[in-house]
């Protein structure tokens, strides 16, 4: 199962997965590729696989990438083959826009889609603010993409709202466990137990 976890830019999404990873077993995170410039907290890799526009660019035309989009001004994406691989051993968590959510509804059936809303404008501007990783131009580009952002939360299956953290990841833990209860994905564990009752009379 792909669980995909979409919200503006400091509404605690990577924070949210860490937590809930440390938490949840089976819960494979997808590392995504973006041409932004890494900052000083963030470890290529782990965080994020940067590479140039050149690079990105030739993978987008090799079709390596299960979705991408420029977003803030530079290129993000995730590979097809990191989601394939990650998805042999356990659920798939991306962290990505609203754009690749919605590439990634249209390709990967069953795919999870969960909105991380801030409280309020006020905070999520504390909050950017707060990183102190960005530049005063960026933190202003990345709030008006936030205006729109925040508007499609109802196109999501689920929506948590980040206005206390350990609240959220409970939240947060609450909506993979129900997911992950859904028919479709209870399927395969459940053939023993159709193929007893097939049997004849229990």
Do not use: W
Request: charged residues 30%; glycine residues 8%; proline residues 4%.
């Amino acid at each position: 199962m792909v669980f995909v976890i979409t919200g503006p830019s400091g509404c605690g999404k990577s924070t949210l997965i860490k937590r809930v990873r440390r938490a949840v077993g089976g819960l494979e995170f997808s590392v995504s590729h973006t041409t932004r410039p890494p900052r000083p907290s963030e470890k290529d890799g782990v965080d994020y696989h940067f590479v140039s526009e050149r690079v990105f660019e030739r993978l987008a035309r090799e079709k390596r990438f299960l979705e991408h989009a420029r977003v803030h001004g530079n290129l993000y994406g995730t590979s097809r083959a990191e989601v394939e691989t990650k998805g042999r051993r356990g659920d798939v968590i991306l962290d990505i826009d609203v754009q690749g959510a919605r590439q990634v509804r249209a390709r990967v059936e069953g795919a999870v889609l969960i909105f991380i809303m801030p409280p309020v404008a006020a905070e999520l501007r504390r909050r950017l603010r707060a990183r102190g990783e960005d530049s005063r131009e960026a933190v202003a580009r990345r709030l008006r993409n936030a205006r729109a952002e925040v508007r499609a939360y109802a196109e999501f299956d689920y929506v948590v709202v980040n206005d206390d953290l350990a609240r959220a990841a409970a939240e947060l833990r609450t909506v993979i466990a129900a997911a992950r209860h859904r028919p479709e994905a209870m399927a395969a564990g459940l053939k023993p137990i159709l193929r007893s009752f097939a049997k004849g009379r229990p």
